[in-house]
């Protein structure tokens, strides 16, 4: 203890969660292998199978902010995804485990967890778990002396090869010389050439939550149930393009309104902040449309304001809308993301303003719903005004 403040520091895992099925399939092979080796360092207590990301030393005093830190990864990788198991192999005639295979998704939540808490503790993390060292896997059995080691080995090269996840009640029981034994009242001990259990591991599996735990003895703290996703890619991008902005029917309509008018422009011109949807560059102005769900309009909790030295004064953007709606599911992932929109919205208009554009921003909910081609009139008559006589209004909703 110094200065009142505890300093005996305990070691700290965050990891990765499978789905039910291969949870059952996995903690039956554990099982198992404690039985035939007599080695319960996963069973006693009951230690789920996991993936473990990093391994941090933490103070009790520091574990608020290790929390914290979690609570903000856990936030940043919030969707379920699936891993892929090579194998079983070994570690250092110690550790006996499944191999999963990398991938970019795994590589990048290693490498952004060690990135948000190494800075934060001097006593730092386990040194096998950075980036440059770990390599992923689900411990089928560990801290194993030479004989537990040799038995647990010859078990799991009897397995007929990984095969689909199953659960526990799939996979085919035939009793060991150490199961006997332990029916029989006697004391269990090392297998002798009787283990024919038939080992069924999963090929893959379903990550399907992300948790705090103290290691040794473990003791889960915290756990995060992932967003699953029932869609397949295909169909996820078909939903998310009905909604990615106004485009197509409600964008062509409004421009060939405004070319009624008589007004020409250019589309969608990359050359400039945003790429606006409409370039007016006769009269040195430009209109974004602008969906009302991707841009948030009207989210009360949103920063509103927009800042420009060429500005009289900041511009408050945005007006109350009944179209958006934050999503039930996965708010903090839908906060950042929606916030981080709002701000690249903001950071367009003031550049464009300052570079000698006028920004006109039409929304979604005044072109659509009951009327939708006097509204689209209304509204390209208001820009066409807007165009032509005000001027001096630098930055306009419609």
């Given at each position: 203890m110094t200065d009142g403040k505890t300093t005996e520091r305990q070691t700290y895992a965050v990891s990765l969660y499978l789905d039910d099925a291969a949870t059952d399939a996995i903690s039956a092979v554990i099982q198992t292998l404690?039985?035939?080796?007599?080695?319960?360092?996963?069973?006693?207590?009951?230690?789920?199978?996991?993936?473990?990301?990093?391994?941090?030393?933490?103070?009790?005093?520091?574990?608020?902010?290790?929390?914290?830190?979690?609570?903000?990864?856990?936030?940043?990788?919030?969707?379920?995804?699936?891993?892929?198991?090579?194998?079983?192999?070994?570690?250092?005639?110690?550790?006996?485990?499944?191999?999963?295979?990398?991938?970019?998704?795994?590589?990048?939540?290693?490498?952004?967890?060690?990135?948000?808490?190494?800075?934060?503790?001097?006593?730092?993390?386990n040194r096998n778990y950075l980036s440059e060292n770990w390599f992923p896997h689900v411990a089928l059995a560990r801290k194993l002396n030479q004989r537990q080691f040799e038995a647990g080995r010859d078990l799991l090269s009897q397995?007929?090869?990984?095969?689909?996840?199953?659960?526990?009640?799939?996979?085919?029981?035939?009793?060991?010389?150490?199961?006997?034994q332990k029916r029989n009242g006697e004391k269990p001990g090392l297998p002798h050439g009787r283990c024919a259990q038939k080992i069924m591991l999963p090929e893959s599996a379903?990550?399907?939550?992300v948790g705090l735990s103290q290691c040794n003895p473990y003791r889960e703290m915290v756990r995060v149930e992932?967003?699953?996703?029932?869609?397949?890619?295909?169909?996820?991008?078909?939903n998310m393009a009905a909604i990615k902005s106004t485009g197509g029917v409600l964008e062509t309509t409004l421009r060939s309104q405004l070319f009624r008018f008589g007004f020409r422009f250019r589309k969608n011109d990359k050359r400039l902040s945003g790429s606006p949807d409409i370039v007016f560059p006769h009269y040195r102005a430009v209109v974004f449309v602008?969906?009302?769900f991707w841009h948030a309009h009207g989210w009360k909790n949103a920063e509103s304001v927009i800042a420009s030295p060429v500005l009289d004064e900041p511009i408050l953007f945005s007006r109350d809308c009944d179209k958006f709606r934050m999503p039930a599911t996965n708010p903090a992932f839908w906060h950042a993301k929606f916030e981080?929109?709002?701000?690249?919205?903001?950071?367009?208009?003031?550049?464009?303003?300052?570079?000698?554009?006028?920004?006109?921003?039409?929304?979604?909910?005044?072109?659509?719903?009951?009327?939708?081609?006097?509204?689209?009139?209304?509204?390209a008559e208001k820009i066409s005004l807007w165009l032509e006589e005000n001027l001096a209004d630098r930055f306009r909703e419609f």
């Open positions: 404690s039985e035939v080796t007599g080695n319960t360092q996963l069973t006693n207590p009951a230690v789920p199978p996991h993936i473990t990301l990093g391994m941090f030393h933490a103070s009790e005093d520091e574990l608020v902010r290790l929390r914290a830190l979690f609570d903000q990864f856990a936030a940043e990788f919030s969707r379920s995804f699936t891993v892929s198991f090579s194998g079983t192999e070994s570690f250092a005639d110690k550790v006996l485990f499944l191999s999963v295979k990398k991938s970019v998704r795994l590589t990048k939540m290693n490498a952004r967890l060690h990135e948000l808490v190494l800075p934060q503790f001097e006593s730092g993390g397995a007929q090869g990984i095969v689909a996840a199953r659960s526990v009640a799939q996979v085919e029981p035939v009793e060991t010389e150490a199961m006997e379903k990550i399907v939550s992932l967003v699953m996703d029932s869609l397949t890619a295909g169909q996820r991008h078909k602008n969906g009302c981080r929109n709002r701000e690249r919205d903001k950071r367009d208009i003031a550049a464009l303003l300052e570079q000698g554009w006028r920004v006109g921003v039409v929304w979604e909910c005044s072109i659509t719903g009951k009327k939708r081609a006097q509204k689209i009139r209304s509204v």
